[in-house]
């Protein structure tokens, strides 16, 4: 199970901390990401990390912004994001990743916590 927390409201240049808590998996087998939905729109990636947490990538629309790490031994995932912009509010999902397939896409995730709301106002 995937549990986000974190989300909330704030102004544009804002900063906040997403965490994802998983239990009842070997959360330090998985590769994972976060993926987001803005109202009306499709599910886009925004940033995913791998197993060790040695290897991360970003949409572009984050990169420079947002930061996703992880911590194996708690068994949870973050999303640190800085700068926040009014794009940047939408649903906030943790997800992991299926085996040999690419990050960038959202098809990619086949198991999926519930998400966090994030709203950031101009």
């Known amino acids: 199970q995937l549990q986000a927390s974190g989300g909330g409201s704030v102004q544009a240049g804002g900063s906040l901390r997403l965490s994802c808590a998983a239990s009842g998996r070997t959360f330090r087998s998985y590769d994972m990401g976060w993926i987001r939905q803005a109202p009306g729109k499709e599910r886009e990636f925004v940033a995913g990390?791998?197993?060790?947490?040695?290897?991360?990538y970003y949409a572009d629309s984050v990169k420079g912004r947002f930061t996703i790490s992880r911590d194996n031994a708690k068994n949870t995932m973050y999303l640190q994001m800085n700068s926040l912009k009014p794009e940047d509010t939408a649903v906030y999902y943790c997800?992991?990743?299926?085996?040999?397939?690419?990050?960038?896409?959202?098809?990619?995730?086949?198991?999926w916590g519930q998400g966090t709301q994030v709203t950031v106002s101009s």
């Open positions: 990390i791998n197993w060790s947490g040695g290897v991360t």
């Open positions: 997800a992991v990743k299926k085996e040999s397939s690419s990050y960038y896409y959202t098809s990619s995730y086949d198991y």
